[in-house]
């Protein structure tokens, strides 16, 4: 099966018009890494005439840090990027997420899965193949069902995980509005993906794919290290009966080792504490996003230069 979006109904214009979000976990304050994709969807949305939503992706609960939330919301208005609707809580949508694994379940697309990390990697050691270390490993379908049924609605309860049956030869294509045409071969690359955990938390995956399409999300600017993801939610948007927002994926912010920044490598947070601060972090952001010829004296307000640099984006995006 070949995917491609050329061939899903894309919202050139949809209903709700531009519509671009900013979604971060809460793991931690932004630092320069999260700044840009913030920054880099804020002004796609302001030069598009476009809303930019706000989602707390609060579902991976043991790895969210209680108040880092707050603080997220603090550094973005510190730095004038301001949102247009209530900001939306992953942790409040539960029933979304189950009501589409329902969804999955009638059309006979999901199975459980007993595997624990160990047994993938020791299927994957039989089949001669080396797990990737500190990387997703392609399962192996070990617990896939000759035969895919619709389960009873209280076995999707259990403390087994619940991963979508992929078709063969599962090729997404799409285009990136900054990188082009991308491919991703969801069998080889992927395998059969997990929906809902055995710690019962719905994933990423699902997650993302239900609140983009619920929250009417035309437009998705993000950070290059959610590029691998793309093909999933686009293949769960197709399943669910969704339409495929347009994407961007940004460039990375790398450190001095040539790693991304991360709240797990402890990346500094970005300093906000007075509009001096804050404008410099939105400088230093916006050079990596490769915004050039920028008003960079001391006495421009940060809507001023903010209104400067939408025009900039306007102009890097369009060439
Ligand atoms: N919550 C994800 C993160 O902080 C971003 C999700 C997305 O933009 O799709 O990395």
Known sequence: MILAVSTLKIPSSPAG?????????????????????????????????????????????????PGADQQIQAQLLACGLNW?????????????????????????????????????????????????????MVYPGTCRPDTLVANAVDVLEGSQAWRLALPHNCLIEFKDLTLGPQSQNLNTQVGDFVLRRSDRLFTYQLAVA??????????????????????????????????????????LVLDEHGEKLSKQTLATQIQTQDAKHALAELRKAAHHLGL???????????????????????????S
Request: with cysteine; hydrophobic share 35%.
């Open 17 to 65: 018009g531009y519509r671009g979000r900013f979604a971060p976990s809460p793991t931690g304050p932004l630092h320069a890494g999260s700044l840009a994709a913030a920054l880099g969807s804020w002004l796609d949305a302001r030069i598009n005439g476009g809303k930019w939503l706000l989602r707390i992706e609060d579902l991976d609960t043991p790895r969210c840090i």
């Open 84 to 136: 247009d609707e209530e900001v939306v809580y992953q942790s409040a949508r539960q029933s979304l997420y189950q009501g589409a694994l329902e969804q999955l379940n009638r059309l006979k697309l999901i199975y459980p899965c007993h595997c624990s990390r160990q047994a993938i990697v020791n299927r994957l050691a039989d089949l001669g193949i080396q797990a990737p270390r500190n990387q997703e």
């Open 210 to 251: 239900v609140d983009d399409a619920t929250q009417n999300i035309s437009h998705i600017v993000r950070g290059k290290d959610l590029l691998s993801n793309t093909a999933r939610q686009i293949y769960l948007q197709n399943q669910l009966g969704y339409l495929t927002p347009q994407y961007r994926h940004l460039p």
């Open 292 to 318: 050039r010829g920028l008003p960079d004296g001391e006495h421009i307000s940060i809507a001023e230069w903010l209104m400067a640099a939408t025009q900039a984006w306007g102009v890097t995006t369009s």
